[in-house]
């Protein structure tokens, strides 16, 4: 089987050759493994992060069930911001800072919030600029040159899907599983629920045009990610069945009903969200399924109660195993999940969030060839 074929043949409920192994290296190793600094891929896009993410799997071989790396927007949905311009206010030998701006009767508005690029570590938008010793407005600024221009919307899809091949399935995201994702926003929402609310019924309009958009095209995706890091370290469960769920159910119904798997990430706890999910939505696969202290799942108890009709994936530690593990450490820990939720199917082997970008090649050789020779449905 070709890793398309085994994903697809998971997804679909079925038994594949072996249990599909698809470890998560969204970001931090592929921009590590070209050699670059951080920002030549996020900022000058001289490689994009979505191809140095298919240079990855193609490095290790695995079973890529790529989750939205690659952003698809469409500029007849309003999904384009051609006003705003990005800026460089700040640079030095270890990162990059920009703002944006937008031009109104001859004045530049800055935008109150920064973002910064690490040299050797992925974006962080959303900063207040005091916070990185900037002013609110820049006193000087350069512009960002040298920005490689590549396809946008439905060119992009073709080209991120002629890329994958059958190395695994292009997902594009459509939704989210919480509109409540830092700070600012919790005590927003506190303050002004019915704001989130009136967002939350806006999404569900946008996320039905994009949904259809989506399914209009060519090469359409091989699956929609709906999901939202952190959904509820942010929200509390009570909250994410008032703002995200609606949002997931959505998304997993118009899915089900165009015959296309839908999948949600969301990083930390995740168990009691499982159990909505599972309960109330169509929704086809859910990862990374965190154990604690980072998260609160146990994948053989999950696999017990939800895996008859879930696909489970994950959970393998990034840290205690992936990056601070021995070779046989992570054999052992893939192995005790395969041996966790394989039976029966509905399992890919991943890892519980994101792999550092310091963990060693051979930890994730070994996950990956662990599925291989071991990972069989019982």
């Known amino acids: ?212 958009k989506l399914m209009s095209l060519t090469d359409r995706p091989d699956f929609l990610c709906t999901g939202s890091s952190g959904s509820l370290i942010f929200q509390t469960p009570q909250t994410f069945r008032k703002l995200g769920l609606p949002i997931v159910q959505k998304v997993a119904s118009l899915c089900k009903a165009a015959g296309i798997p839908s999948h949600v990430h969301s990083c930390g706890p995740q168990a009691q969200m499982v159990k909505m999910i599972y309960e109330e939505t169509d929704l086809t696969v859910i990862d990374p399924l965190e154990i604690p202290p980072m998260g609160d799942c146990n994948l053989r108890e999950l696999k017990k109660a939800y895996g008859d009709r879930l696909v489970l994936k994950g959970n393998l530690h990034t840290t205690q195993v992936m990056l601070h593990g021995t070779v046989d450490d992570v054999r052992s820990a893939a192995r005790q999940a395969i041996d966790d939720a394989a039976a029966g199917g509905r399992f890919i082997l991943s890892t519980g969030d994101q792999c550092g970008r310091d963990t060693p090649d051979e930890n994730l050789f070994a996950m990956i060839d662990t599925a291989r020779t071991y990972g069989r449905y019982r």
């Not at 944006?100 to 910064?116: C, E, L, Q, S």
């Not at 900037?134 to 040298?146: D, I, Q, R, Y």
Request: charged letters at 30%; one cysteine or more; a negative charge.
């Open 1 to 212: 089987m070709t890793s398309r074929d085994r994903l697809l043949t998971v997804l679909q409920g079925k038994i594949p050759d072996h249990v599909p192994v698809a470890p998560d290296t969204s970001n931090m190793i592929p921009a590590r493994l070209t050699g670059l600094p951080f920002w030549d891929l996020y900022l000058y896009q001289k490689i994009p992060i979505w191809k140095a993410y298919i240079d990855c799997v193609r490095h290790f071989g695995f079973d890529s069930l790529m989750d939205g790396y690659a952003d698809i927007r469409f500029a007849e949905l309003g999904e384009m911001d051609d006003e705003s311009t990005e800026a460089i206010v700040f640079r030095s030998d270890s990162r990059i800072v920009t703002q944006t701006y937008r031009m109104a009767n001859g004045r530049r508005f800055w935008d109150k919030k920064v973002r910064v690029y690490p040299r050797f570590d992925p974006p962080t938008s959303n900063i207040r600029p005091a916070a990185v010793g900037l002013p609110e407005e820049p006193n000087h600024f350069e512009p960002v040159l040298g920005r490689v221009e590549w396809p946008t919307g439905a060119e992009l899809l073709s080209l991120v899907k002629r890329e994958m091949g059958d190395m695994g399935l292009v997902g594009v995201r459509c939704g989210t599983s919480s509109l409540v994702s830092n700070e600012e926003t919790i005590l927003d929402y506190a303050d002004n629920p019915e704001v989130y609310e009136k967002k939350r019924d806006d999404l569900l309009v946008a996320v039905e045009k994009r949904f259809n």
